[in-house]
């Protein structure tokens, strides 16, 4: 069975001023379309779509100037909206006419065209089809062989600016399982250490330069703040968009080094995030930028791109992970001689303390599968047993 994989990518579309105008204009149109079908449902009590067509669908070609394909659209969306307003009717909730100042139009594939490599989109407008610029964020590019389906062009009244969300569809055939864990522990000193118990994979992403870049944003901010000026607050606004910026990027940087170490059908494991919390120490020094730090996103982002690949990610409990010895199993609050450095205080095994966490993830994973084997090793005898996460059709939005 083919598994089908789907994501919502925000495009901003780059209008000229003529072509603002164009926009602005289809999506009255498209809002009265919306509001008049209602209005016409909603009155006859009626969410069939032939039904509504017949009933609105001269008026409002003759009233816009909306090519047919909008005015269906308009027509399609808001037989949802009755739809759903009625059966709110009917178990006696609120139901009113559904009315919307700004909805969004959705486009279909008759009615617009993509060219993600040409950073390029193509809309049906009150006057035709009309090309727009878009700005394709470099990570949407691993999206370039994926199937469009449909889109949303929505209208930022505060932002000003036109947002294209556009839904993406990728079939993947299932992968055959392969023995390949690797555990991740995500945490303070490094945003994440990966490891296989075979010891073949041994990798640091470093938070160094991120702290480095975090501290230049917070005193860019102190300072902002200090002025308390109007432009002072713009700026400020600015500046934390783009740090979220970074640090999403950094996150995808992260969890695309760390699917592309797995082989299809390998395993990655992750700890649940409140062991993640509970565990980092919070010093006054790192405090401000570590616990803000997105890891949520890191791993919501880690099991995307695996999903594409066939990769499945599981998550154990974070128990013991820094205490445990990852060779003999002993576990101790003494098993550290410092945060960074971890010496087991039964068997002398030493090694770094985040390394150590991230073997006893790979273990904790398997030995949750049961069958144990050789010194606390453990292999999965069933994996069918595996809590698959879910991989199935998952929206996700990959902006920040
Ligand atoms: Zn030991």
């Not at 789907?6 to 926009?23: A, F, G, H, W, Y």
């Amino acid at each position: 069975m083919n598994m089908k994989l789907q994501r919502t990518l925000k495009l901003v579309l780059k209008p000229t001023e003529e072509q603002k105008q164009i926009l602005l204009e289809t999506l009255e149109q498209y809002k009265f379309a919306y509001n008049y079908t209602c209005k016409i449902g909603w009155e006859a009590q009626i969410w069939n779509g032939a039904l509504l067509h017949t009933l609105t669908y001269y008026t409002v070609r003759d009233k816009t100037s909306l090519l047919s394909q909008l005015v269906i659209s308009a027509r399609l969306v808001a037989t949802e909206s009755l739809k759903s307003a009625m059966k709110r009717k009917k178990k006696g909730l609120k139901g009113r006419c559904p009315q919307s100042n700004n909805p969004a139009i959705r486009y279909d594939k008759r009615s617009y065209t993509v060219w993600l490599n040409r950073e390029e989109v193509s809309l049906a407008t009150t006057q035709g089809r009309q090309k727009f610029k878009v700005k394709v964020p470099d990570y949407f590019k691993q999206y370039l062989d994926w199937k469009v389906t449909s889109a949303n062009l929505k209208y930022d009244k505060k932002l000003k600016k036109f947002f294209l969300n556009i839904t993406v569809e990728k079939d993947i055939p299932d992968v055959k399982p392969v023995e390949f864990f690797v555990g991740v522990d995500l945490g303070l000193r490094k945003l994440a250490v990966v490891s296989t118990l075979d010891r073949k994979i041994n990798k640091f992403f470093d938070g160094g330069h991120i702290r480095a870049v975090s501290e230049r944003y917070q005193a860019l901010r102190k300072r902002l703040q200090s002025k308390g000026t109007p432009s002072a607050k713009r700026h400020l606004k600015k500046l934390s968009q783009r740090e979220k910026r970074f640090r999403t990027a950094v996150n995808h940087k992260i969890a695309k080094e760390i699917v592309k170490l797995v082989p299809a059908g390998g395993v990655i494991v992750l700890e649940k995030l409140k062991g993640i919390r509970r565990r980092i120490r919070v010093t006054k020094q790192n405090r401000r930028w570590i616990h803000s730090w997105n890891f949520a996103q890191l791993q919501r982002l880690i099991e995307y791109k695996a999903q594409a690949k066939g990769i499945r990610v599981v998550y154990v409990n974070a128990r013991y992970t820094s205490r445990k010895c990852s060779r003999c199993g002993h576990i101790s609050g003494n098993n550290r001689k410092d945060q960074a450095h971890f010496v087991c205080e039964r068997c002398g095994y030493q090694l770094n303390a985040d390394l150590n966490a991230s073997r006893n993830i790979v273990k904790n994973y398997l030995a949750s599968l049961g069958g144990k084997l050789g010194h606390g090793e453990a292999r999965p005898s069933v994996w069918g047993a595996v809590n698959r996460p879910d991989v199935g059709s998952v929206g996700c939005a990959m902006h920040g």
